[in-house]
């Protein structure tokens, strides 16, 4: 799974993007789509290669190269932030790993970079790999963890031991790497209260300085939702799920962490304050009855949402007051001495920046116009250096003013009153759909910002797509 996956293109429009005009780019994402075996929850883009037919990895770093050169031809790229996803990144040889970073130090693209993070499966990192990674310039790992319990991996179909995810930060710590992410997945099958605690426990533990919080979702097309279809699985309860994503921000909140998008914590540095954070501590309890009256309160909003409501967050829950706490003591490996440790990749996602996606399936967004490379690696090869594309995008401006407001809410200080005032008329349905959710305790005006409120957070998609 994925820290985070752009936006999807959803709107058919004419144009291309290589009409697109020469632009400055601030951000790259770089997708490897090979996996050893595919996770029955997983619905990236990803393949595993047939033992019986030809290693196409060589094939896909040339391709991937040849990408990278065409397009810094096109456009300035000055990458700020590069993120390279999947599929299993740290599956592609070590060898190929040192051709491709090669590459983007000869282009330039490291030059200017705060941020090159890299998704890792705990059981394919090895030393030699990731000095070859800090080495070419990376200096952020996503660590693909989702559970510390076997029976829950085993639901997950996922293939690693949790004993693999210690030693693998151990590995990562001895190549100078201290900036890392962990995966978790909750509300598993089966799982309960105590054993997500054990998760956190366990994740805790290794000193992370950002952790990804999902709850599982049942894809469209992935073996995990033909079990439920049989009757094989069953989701956890509704009530229970919003037990466990309380009890995580309130658990991280205690262990020092900053809670700034729906489904993400980055530990906060001693003395500095989250931003619009301003929720009161007794705005949240993780006791059933709590859980559920916040639920029957926005009943009428359940029953009112469309059935569709486009692009959703990972989850709905709600969040806490983030007290001024300072680290917990470093036990591991030290922590980097730097101002924030969001993601800024990701942030660059949330705040609608411009940035290019290369390798099969990646998408990419320049000034408003969206659209992804073809997800086939076969086509993605033959066609090298300018794969063909699809899901081709450019919103009207009604619903691109939608898009902003989606992507705002995600994150927890939310949208600025002045961005709100100068883009939404006073006649538009969405300031009085606006006022109806602060009415009944979904939104809440600060003195700066429009943002969800922890009962808010439990129906986000709901109130998002009553803003679209």
């Known amino acids: 799974m994925q820290e985070c996956t752009p936006p999807t293109p959803a709107i058919q429009a004419p144009t291309p993007p290589q009409q697109v005009g020469p632009q400055s780019i601030h951000s790259l994402y770089l997708h490897v789509p090979f996996c050893f075996h595919k996770c029955h929850y997983c619905d990236f883009y990803s393949l595993v290669e047939p033992k019986d037919k030809p290693d196409r990895q060589d094939q896909f770093t040339d391709a991937l190269i040849a990408e990278l050169n065409h397009l810094a031809n096109q456009h300035t790229l000055k990458p700020k932030t590069i993120f390279v996803g999947g599929g299993t990144p740290t599956l592609l040889r070590t060898n190929l790993w040192s051709r491709l970073l090669e590459s983007m130090q000869q282009l330039g693209l490291l030059d200017n970079l705060t941020e090159f993070t890299v998704e890792a499966n705990p059981e394919t990192v ?17 660590l693909g963890a989702q559970s510390f319990n076997t029976d829950q991996l085993k639901t997950l179909e996922r293939w690693h031991d949790p004993d693999s995810v210690p030693k693998a930060v151990d590995m990562l710590a001895d190549a100078g790497i201290t900036n890392f992410n962990l995966d978790l997945i ?22 992370p300085t950002h952790l990804s919080c999902y709850s599982l979702i049942f894809e469209p097309n992935t073996p995990l939702t033909q079990k439920m279809k049989m009757g094989r699985i069953s989701p956890v309860g509704e009530e229970l799920e919003k037990q466990m994503y309380a009890h995580i921000i309130q658990r ?40 559920s009256e916040r639920s029957e309160a926005a009943g009428a909003l359940q029953n009112t949402a469309p059935s569709n409501p486009g692009p959703s967050p990972p989850n709905s829950a709600p969040s806490a007051q ?9 036990t591991r490996h030290p ?3 730097t101002r924030s440790l969001r993601c800024q990749h ?10 290019l996606g290369l390798g099969p ?17 076969g086509k993605y090869i033959q066609h090298a250096p300018t794969p063909p594309t699809t899901d081709h995008e450019q919103l009207p401006p009604k619903q691109h003013i939608g898009e902003l407001i989606m992507l705002g809410l995600r994150l927890r200080q939310g949208l600025t009153l002045n961005w709100i005032n100068q883009h939404i008329p006073q006649n538009d349905p969405r300031q009085t759909t606006i006022n109806e959710l602060i009415d009944i305790h979904m939104l809440e005006r600060t003195h700066t910002h429009l943002r969800l409120t922890p009962q808010g957070l439990f129906l986000a998609d709901s109130i998002i797509a009553k803003l679209l």
């Open 346 to 355: 990701n942030m660059a996602y949330w705040t609608n920046q411009n940035w």
């Open 252 to 291: 991280l909140d205690n262990e020092g962490f900053e809670h700034y998008e729906i489904s993400n914590w980055a530990r906060r540095n001693s003395g500095i304050e989250d931003q619009e954070s301003g929720i009161e501590e007794d705005q949240i309890s993780t006791s059933p009855n709590a859980v």
């Open 186 to 207: 909750f509300a598993i099958p089966h799982q309960t209260l105590d054993q997500l605690d054990q998760d956190l426990d366990a994740a805790l533990a290794l000193n």
């Open 335 to 337: 922590i980097p001495d």
């Open 126 to 142: 090895t030393p030699d790999l990731i000095h070859t990674l800090a080495a070419g310039g990376v200096n952020r790992i996503s």
């Open 361 to 377: 399936a990646a998408a990419s967004h320049l000034n408003g116009k969206r659209w992804k490379n073809l997800p086939n690696l």
């Open 322 to 330: 983030h007290s001024d706490l300072s680290p917990s003591p470093d």
